[in-house]
């Protein structure tokens, strides 16, 4: 008020608490962890437990992207592994030998494309197979047992595998080509399966902090509906209002993601501690991936995201309803 | 108007505020004076009747453009209403703030104001600490501040001494001299005397003017 009435103005520099001004990622850290003083009051105790609620969230969803992660990588191995090989079975028929059998598919798989190797399986290999199922010393060599030829194909161009068995069954009666693609199938399901499932707990998980979120910032409004009023006697639009109140609601969202993100890290790294020996839909617990951990960060970045403009678009929403 | 389906508080009520103006608006308890400043900073619209303020006909003013409206009127409520989590200062500098000045462009402003209504001590102090007469001054900064083309105050000495009643009145007249149109409801007489400005005089929810 330059005007105002002449009188010495009150030199006392003591009194504001003026913060440096930082520059560039200080400055967004210092934002985003060092709250400004609202003129909306915050929410004292509710802020607390709201911060609790929001790291138990975040907990789950890094826990949930985190095995949804670590699903994804393992299934896209078994896909690399398994694609890459296939089985023959030769059981014994009376038109021909064993050998003569092995030799003419070995014939047949060296002239196919796409077949990178092809090994039959010694008796010892078998026996190898064999024995932890039937225990040592339990294969006996009378056993009628079938050869199995291991084949190794070129996953990027793999051969017609249909053309490929016919022409197997028709040089040798008896032999099967066995493709695992009905076990790879299963496998892969049921790995999708929870791959999903991690999914959807994200989406539950995020959909349920936009619901205490919006609640939190209703109940915040209505508290606070002298100060809502007065600010708008005094001509603030509700954009003021919303960046206020959203502002309160950032730090609460991150500081309830970073506790959350360093819960389930702590959790992780329990994991791996604890060794490889827990599985979990047949995927190995044995920790997060290293190179897994980064995404976690995204966790408390969403959290802030999504309370900021969950109470963004409840205040517009109320205040339109309020005045 | 009328609150909900109550008697009408107010009904043909007409008069017009020239720029630059200074009324009082006396009357008994109950006559409807805050009502009728509630009609003229937005807070309330009218059940019927034409009021227009800075040429808009409030009763069809979309929302969105009572902001700007209302940031032109300074007004200084019978119950204060400062904002009990803010300090005095910040309380004072509320409007600059909303308008979206940066702090350092108001700073000495708000200092200097705070000073002159005799708060200069009290910056840090939140309103509840305040006696009542600190929270009237504060409010009183709070309304001028911006310096508005229209100052509305409900009672703005009804918590202080004659001589700090005199002191704000002065603030006023200032105010007034600066192009402000000032309307000031009150029960005090002798300031009334005091500034020999016009008197608007509502009663049983009808107005003379007087002066």
């Not at chain 1, 992660?69 to 079975?89: K, M, N, P, Q, Y």
């Not at chain 1, 409004?221 to 001509?235: D, I, K, Y």
């Not at chain 2, 009672?155 to 000032?182: A, C, H, Q, W, Y």
């Amino acid at each position: 008020m330059a005007n105002t009435p002449a009188k010495p103005a009150s030199d006392d520099p003591a009194v504001l608490g003026e913060e440096p001004p930082r520059k560039g990622y200080a400055a967004m850290l210092s934002a985003l962890l060092v709250e400004t003083r609202s003129v909306m009051p915050s929410a004292g105790a509710t802020g607390l437990s709201l911060v609790l609620v929001i790291a138990a969230m975040c907990f789950l969803a890094s826990l949930a992207l985190g095995a949804a992660l670590s699903v994804s990588h393992v299934t896209s191995d078994w896909t690399r592994d398994l694609s890459g090989a296939l089985t023959i079975e030769v059981k014994p028929t009376n038109a021909m030998t064993p050998d003569e059998q092995i030799r003419a598919v070995l014939y047949v798989l060296s002239r196919s494309e796409g077949v990178v190797s092809a090994k039959a399986l010694g008796h010892e290999d078998m026996k190898a197979l064999l024995e932890p199922w039937l225990g040592t010393g339990n294969v006996t060599d009378d056993l009628p047992l079938p050869h199995l030829i291991d084949v190794r194909i070129d996953a990027t161009s793999p051969p017609d595998l249909e053309a490929l068995a016919q022409a197997i069954v028709a040089v040798a009666p008896g032999a099967q080509l066995d493709t695992h693609r009905q076990w790879q199938d299963q496998l892969m399901s049921a790995a999708r399966a929870a791959e999903w499932l991690a999914y959807a707990v994200l989406i539950v998980v995020a959909a349920t902090m936009v619901a205490i979120v919006t609640f939190a910032t209703r109940a915040g409004l209505s508290a606070n509906r002298e100060v809502v009023e007065v600010l708008h006697l005094t001509g603030a639009r509700d954009r003021f209002i919303a960046a206020e109140v959203q502002r309160h609601f950032l730090h609460l969202g991150f500081r309830g993601g970073m506790i959350g993100l360093f819960l389930s890290l702590t959790a992780f790294l329990a994991l791996a501690l604890q060794g490889s020996n827990t599985t979990m839909f047949m995927v190995p617990m044995s920790g997060l991936r290293l190179e897994y951990y980064p995404a976690l960060l995204f966790v408390p970045l969403a959290a802030a995201l999504v309370s900021v403009l969950t109470a963004r678009i409840t205040v517009m929403r109320t205040l339109h309803r309020l005045l | 108007m009328r609150y909900g389906m109550g008697p009408e508080v107010l009904r043909d009520v007409s008069f017009h505020l020239a720029p630059g103006s200074f009324h009082f608006l006396t009357g008994p308890s109950g006559a409807g004076k805050t009502s009728l400043l509630k009609l003229m900073f937005m807070a309330q619209r009218p059940s019927r009747g034409l009021i227009t303020m800075f040429g808009r006909d409030i009763a069809t003013l979309p929302r969105a453009e009572l902001p700007d409206l209302r940031r032109r009127v300074g007004v200084v409520f019978q119950e204060f209403r400062l904002l009990d989590h803010l300090t005095t200062y910040e309380n004072v500098a509320l409007p600059l703030r909303i308008q979206g000045r940066p702090e350092a462009s108001y700073r000495d402003d708000v200092r200097e104001l705070l000073a002159w209504v005799g708060l200069g001590e009290r910056m840090q102090a939140r309103p509840p600490t305040l006696s009542g007469g600190e929270k009237q001054r504060a409010a009183i900064a709070r309304a001028v501040v911006a310096q508005p083309d229209l100052l509305l105050a409900d009672e703005p000495t009804g918590n202080v001494d004659p001589e700090m009643g005199k002191r704000l009145l002065r603030l006023f007249m200032e105010l007034n001299r600066l192009g402000t149109s000032i309307l000031i409801a009150t029960h005090d007489h002798a300031l009334v005397e005091e500034a020999g400005a016009t008197e608007l005089m509502l009663k049983g929810g009808r107005l003379t003017i007087r002066g």
